[in-house]
């Protein structure tokens, strides 16, 4: 089974910053079976990137997603007041088993 | 429209079962499996397992296994998760998605079960 860490668990910044979240994964995995999520409260998960770096429709391009093997990083390049939310990585490398990291709130 | 309309919130009894049921509709059913996902009040998301519709066959996480069962019905378009056993740490808002791995990715808005003597 493919675990995720992320870090950090708590990310405070202000609008106008860059995000740099971090996941790490307890094998090599391929990037093109890795994505990113955002979750707001009260709401289900939304999709922001997905084969490791492609930014899923109607996402702005602030949003960012890289690596490879086992350390992958979502940016976002300059924080608007709408992106304070929980941040999810999520790897379908080991299909039909898939797995999520822990969460990176990224707060004010 | 792709939606996923799951069942209402339950409340069950320590070691009692759950059945939740999510009803898909907007797209070919048989085309995509249905992801299980929970999250516990506070916590992060955790991949209970899936099901292919077109053929019934389910992949569990190895946490659940033994305790979970996942299944479609093709003709009512409907995938079912049943966790039986329940703890007071099963008390989560579980979800029914399609994590197609690509653009093609849609949740339900959740299910919340309590489990409370």
């Known amino acids: 089974e493919i675990v995720l860490t992320q870090s950090p668990g708590t990310l405070s910044l202000s609008p106008g910053e860059r995000a740099s979240l971090s996941c790490r994964a307890s094998?090599?995995?391929?990037?093109?079976?890795f994505a990113w999520y955002q979750q707001k409260p009260g709401q289900s998960p939304r999709l922001l990137i997905y084969?490791?770096?492609t930014r899923a429709t109607g996402v702005p391009d602030r949003f960012s997603g890289s690596g490879s093997a086992t350390d992958f990083t979502l940016t976002i390049s300059r924080l608007e007041p709408e992106d304070f939310a929980v941040y999810y990585c999520?790897?379908?490398?080991?299909?039909?088993?898939?797995?999520f990291g822990q969460g990176t709130k990224v707060e004010i | 429209e792709v939606q996923l309309l799951q069942s209402r919130a339950e409340v069950k009894k320590p070691g009692a079962t759950v059945k939740i049921s999510c009803k898909a509709s907007?797209?070919?059913?048989?085309?995509?499996?249905i992801h299980w996902v929970r999250q516990a009040h506070g916590n992060g998301l955790e991949w209970m397992g899936l099901?292919?519709?077109?053929?019934?066959?389910?992949v569990y996480a190895e946490k659940f296994q033994g305790r979970v069962t996942i299944s479609a019905d093709m003709s009512a378009e409907t995938a079912d998760m049943e966790l039986s056993g329940l703890k007071s740490e099963d008390a989560a808002v579980y979800y029914c998605?399609?994590?197609?791995?690509?653009?093609?990715?849609?949740w339900g808005k959740g299910t919340l079960v309590t489990v409370s003597s």
């Open positions: 998605a399609i994590l197609a791995g690509h653009d093609f990715d849609y």
């Open positions: 907007g797209y070919s059913f048989s085309a995509y499996y």
């Open positions: 099901v292919d519709p077109e053929d019934g066959q389910a």
């Open positions: 094998q090599t995995i391929s990037s093109n079976y």
């Open positions: 084969a490791g770096s």
């Open positions: 999520h790897q379908y490398s080991d299909s039909p088993r898939n797995s």
